[in-house]
């Protein structure tokens, strides 16, 4: 009886070639990546305003060969002028960005805790960016995902 053929480096065995194995996408990911940062200082989280009208944390798309850690750090740089360094994985998440739902973004999020607050300067990306106490948190308009980021990395 001949063996079976294995694949993924031996670990899953397969009975035959014809099996119906679900193909990576000659396109890319399902959806796009977005690395953010909970930038905070004590009681103070660094927060950009879109173009949605809403507050969120600075952070975008990976870029070359880096790794999730290093665009965290240049993101937050090129968005705010403040400077970081990347620590735990926070939390992750599918983000909806348009009304209906049909287009969605893995998000990714850092804690980038600072010691003092430095005053941010907006980029082109966004109409503003500032430091927002967390009891303020509350009266703007901050998807729900950001707040759950923002309440892990003060450990709730």
């Known amino acids: ?3 079976p053929s294995l694949s993924w480096a031996g ?4 009975a035959s070639s014809d099996m119906d194995l679900p193909q990576p996408s000659p396109s890319g990911p399902l959806w796009p990546v977005s690395i953010k940062g909970v930038v905070r200082s004590a009681d103070r989280v660094l927060l950009a305003y879109n173009d ?3 507050w969120e944390l600075p952070g975008g798309r990976l870029e070359g060969n880096e790794q999730p ?3 965290v750090v240049r993101e937050v740089a090129e968005e705010s002028g403040v400077i970081v360094t990347a620590g735990r994985l926070l939390i992750t998440w599918v983000q909806p960005v348009d009304p209906l739902g049909a287009k969605r973004v893995l998000i990714v ?3 980038c805790p600072v010691g003092s607050a430095p005053a941010p300067i907006a980029s082109d990306e966004h ?3 500032r430091w927002w106490s967390r009891s303020g948190l509350s009266s703007i308009n901050l998807p729900i995902g950001y707040r759950r980021a923002i309440d892990t990395a003060y450990g709730g």
């Open 69 to 71: 850690e290093e665009t």
């Open 11 to 14: 670990l899953i065995p397969m």
């Open 127 to 129: 109409r503003d960016v």
């Open 1 to 3: 009886m001949p063996r």
């Open 109 to 111: 999020c850092f804690d």
């Open 52 to 54: 949605r009208d809403e």
